[in-house]
């Protein structure tokens, strides 16, 4: 039989090349633990944490808690893990009941081995006697780990120095909270390369040292940290060695410090960034934010303003409500506009990329001509009006003389006046753009006059 082919050929090309986006509406927290042995837990509620074996007073556990708490919040959240040679588990109770521990690693071959190991209490059982029991039972698994028993405390260390292992509880037990040698820098880079969904940082450790550390990395790769501190210099004007301080110093605009009198046991800036975070970027000011189950500091305006000239942050009452005040990031700028700035570098980057692969027509590629060039700005031009559709650049306005003031201007060349070389190299340059900011109202100057006439 003959083909039909040789009648009527048809050819239908997919252009259909989706590229994958950099969120900027995911949060990592960071924080020493063994509760995996990826660098990167997944969780959807806090209490998954607690279910694992982590103690409610784990500051990685707070960091999370406060973030589910807030109205709105995220619907996931990143755990970043720090590498730990050393875990304890405290027997909290003795009873005939079961206690297990259920190590995971990874072989030589880098895939995951499970073990559990069980002891079961007698009714003359002490917590310690326990606890000597389940050291008997971990050493007897293959896990590459050496436990010990002080007391109700079973410690287990790593045998070779450097290698994950995890643990999950069951029984009347609880993993202490766990600490860590590895910097904020390597365990950041690690928990990026296996999983670098995320775009804001939080750490569960409010060492100086860290957030310092940590401030550094995410300058370098387009991550957004947000800190809190209890540094009470932070609030003196006359101070200038404090926490805040050292970060305006360094100019750093991806670091937004919060000032927080309880800071060790509430994440003030795990939670706003939670809230802040539902919104798409440029919807949102970081000001005047209601937050849920976080103590407001009663601040005098003098160490209110001490902060603001630092370029810190605050969480303060106002007669019968608290909100957050200032909204910037170390060096100054609004954080809103920086998350805003890296979404849409991200998604003109996506949109003309896109363009140039999902070529449509008859042509296998954008020609180097006018209508090439207008592919490009007008793949530009899609991204600026969803910038304009979410709220971080303004609407077309008029002035007070009636004239349009349009909301971003596209410029590229044409491409007779483009020179040799850049059409020989297939090199597109001289494309700009200039968007004017929607900003944010966050406070209200209103005079006003009393008379018996107008």
């Not at 405390?153 to 643990?167: C, E, M, N, R, T």
């Not at 060492?207 to 300058?219: Q, R």
């Amino acid at each position: 039989m003959a083909n039909l082919d040789r009648i009527v050929n048809v050819q239908i090309s997919l252009n259909t090349t989706a590229i994958k986006e950099q969120s900027f509406s995911d949060l990592l927290v960071l924080g020493a633990h063994t509760l995996s042995v990826n660098r990167v837990l997944v969780v959807t509620q806090a209490d998954e944490l607690i279910e694992l074996g982590m103690s409610a007073a784990d500051p990685l556990y707070m960091a999370v808690r406060d973030s589910f708490k807030q109205i709105p919040t995220l619907n996931r959240m990143y755990v970043g893990r720090q590498q730990v040679d050393e875990a304890a588990i405290t027997v909290t109770a003795a009873a005939e009941a079961a206690y297990s521990v259920t190590l995971t690693w990874r072989d030589a071959q880098g895939a995951v081995q499970t073990a559990t190991a069980v002891y079961t209490g007698l009714a003359a059982d002490t917590p310690a006697a326990i606890a000597t029991g389940l050291v008997g039972a971990i050493n007897a698994t293959a896990a590459p780990v050496t436990a010990t028993a002080t007391a109700a405390v079973v410690s287990i260390d790593a045998d070779v120095a450097g290698a994950a292992f995890g643990l999950s509880v069951a029984g009347n037990l609880t993993i202490n909270a766990a600490t860590s040698t590895e910097t904020p820098t390597e365990a950041l880079t690690e928990c990026r390369a296996e999983n670098g969904d995320w775009y804001g940082v939080v750490l569960a450790s409010r060492a100086e040292a860290d957030i310092l550390d940590a401030a550094e990395w995410v300058e370098a790769n387009q991550k957004l940290q947000f800190v809190g501190s209890a540094d009470p210099g932070i609030i003196d004007a006359a101070l200038s060695t404090d926490l805040a301080s050292k970060l305006k110093a360094k100019n750093y605009f991806r670091t937004a410090c919060w000032y927080h009198a309880l800071a060790a046991s509430e994440w003030l800036e795990s939670a706003v960034a939670a809230n802040r975070f539902t919104f798409y970027p440029g919807a949102e000011t970081w000001a005047n934010v209601k937050l849920a189950g976080i103590t407001a500091d009663n601040l005098r305006e003098g160490q209110a303003q001490a902060a603001f000239n630092k370029n810190a942050n605050t969480f303060e009452p106002f007669r019968n409500f608290a909100i957050t005040q200032g909204g910037k990031v170390a060096a100054g700028e609004w954080i809103d506009v920086i998350r805003f700035r890296d979404w849409l570098a991200e998604q003109i980057k996506i949109a003309v990329a896109s363009a140039l692969i999902n070529v449509k027509g008859q042509l296998g590629k954008v020609p180097y001509t006018d209508g090439g060039i207008q592919i490009v700005t007008n793949a530009m031009r899609g991204v600026l009006d969803l910038g304009v559709a979410r709220g971080g650049i303004a609407p077309e306005e008029v002035d007070e003389d009636g004239r349009k003031i349009p909301s971003y201007t596209v410029s590229a060349p044409l491409s007779a006046n483009v020179p040799f070389n850049d059409k020989a190299n297939r090199i597109l340059r001289d494309v700009s753009f200039t968007a004017r900011l929607a900003g944010a109202i966050h406070a209200v100057e209103i005079k006003g006059n009393l008379t018996y006439e107008l």
